[in-house]
């Protein structure tokens, strides 16, 4: 699998900060949410950034989505999270969708193992979920 090189020197930095277990599978995990950015002309280009010390990706056309981050769970070198506001419905929606491809903390994240990869359609589906919220979520 080829990566999309970093936009943002703090966020490469901390990939290559990763516990090696955790550097693979959280690649992937970048990879998904540029993929699925890329592949809907709705969600547009994203910004990369980080976000309360978390790798972060936010549509930059505004009112499109939210910002979904992505990182290790604290003090684990197996599991890691998809990270979402937690004030949206988002988990709520994803939970309705995929009851049992996920695990979830929560109302603010999908939760992974590594040596588990997420299923990759559920996956993008979530993530498009995010990157797209403030387009159909009712206000």
């Known amino acids: ?15 290559r900060s990763l516990p090696e277990p955790l550097r693979l599978p959280m690649l992937r995990l970048r990879q998904a949410i540029l993929d699925v950015a890329a592949a809907n002309a709705e969600i547009g280009p994203l910004t990369e950034t980080l976000k309360w010390g978390e790798p972060a990706w936010l549509p930059e056309r505004p009112r499109t989505g939210t910002t979904v981050r992505a990182d290790a769970l604290k003090g684990s070198s197996t599991h890691y999270a998809l990270y979402v506001h937690c004030q949206t419905s ?31 359609e ?9 990157l797209t919220y403030h387009r159909w979520v009712k206000r």
């Open 122 to 130: 559920p996956l993008a589906h979530c993530i498009a979920l995010a």
């Open 1 to 15: 699998m080829r990566f999309a090189p970093f936009t943002d020197a703090a966020v490469a930095a901390k990939f």
């Open 90 to 120: 988002l988990i709520e929606t994803f939970r309705r969708h995929y009851p049992e491809q996920f695990g979830y903390d929560g109302s603010r994240a999908l939760i992974f193992a590594v040596g588990s990869e997420p299923s990759a």
